[in-house]
Nanobody, 128 residues
């Protein structure tokens, strides 16, 4: 069983930055593709970013790709989401997720159905 714990959320002003962390149970990060998703109140869960096992292949939601960076430290079983130039529309609960599937198509990982394990989320609130 894979356990994921997110942290780093909080309240920040428009234009500010936050770095989210997702720590996985031992052996997680070095093996599996990882994604970040978010869910705002009254909205469906939305793909934000993906990184393959090495972190060298990534994929981003268009609205964040010039502002957010996904990275991973497999030695620490940790995946990060660096979020810059935050906007009120980035306000949501952010979740990390791990997929056991291996696909060469990075767009496959934009679908929440590709993921097998989820954390409980961390709240990000951006004030205007």
């Amino acid at each position: 069983q894979v356990h994921l714990v997110e942290s780093g959320g909080g309240l920040v002003q428009t234009g500010g930055s936050l770095t989210l962390s997702c720590v996985g149970s031992e052996g997680t990060s070095g093996t599996y593709p990882v994604g970040w998703f978010r869910q705002a109140p009254g909205k469906e869960r939305e793909f934000v970013a993906f990184a393959n096992w090495s972190g060298r292949t990534t994929n981003y939601l268009d609205s964040v790709k010039d502002r957010f960076v996904i990275s991973r430290d497999n030695g620490r079983n940790t995946v990060y989401l660096q979020m810059n130039s935050l906007k009120p529309e980035d306000t949501a609960v952010y979740y990390c997720a791990v997929s056991r599937a291996l696909s060469a198509d990075t767009n496959y990982y934009r679908d929440s159905g590709a993921y097998d394990y989820w954390g409980r989320g961390t709240q990000v609130t951006v004030s205007s």
